[in-house]
């Protein structure tokens, strides 16, 4: 596991980047030169979401699903 702290993580650009959509978590995880689970548990840490949908979105989808469930 990369010992990145927190405090250093939020310091670093390739987050903000992240942050406004502009690299994948993948991305990110290269520039910071990190396996993605580990990175991704760093950022479950800081309370960031790894998907984040527009709510209209995730009704849609939730609408599609149980519709498919009950065909």
Not at 32 to 50: A, E, G, Q, V
Request: with cysteine; proline share 4%; hydrophobic share 45%.
């Amino acid at each position: 596991m990369h010992s990145i702290a927190i405090r250093e993580l939020r310091n670093n650009p390739s987050l903000q980047a992240w942050c406004n959509g502009d690299i994948s978590l993948g991305k990110m995880a290269e520039l910071l030169k990190m396996d993605k689970r580990d990175l991704r548990h760093l950022l479950s840490l800081m309370n960031l979401p790894m998907i984040d949908y527009p709510a209209d979105e995730v009704s849609a989808e939730i609408d599609f699903l149980l519709q498919d469930a009950t065909a």
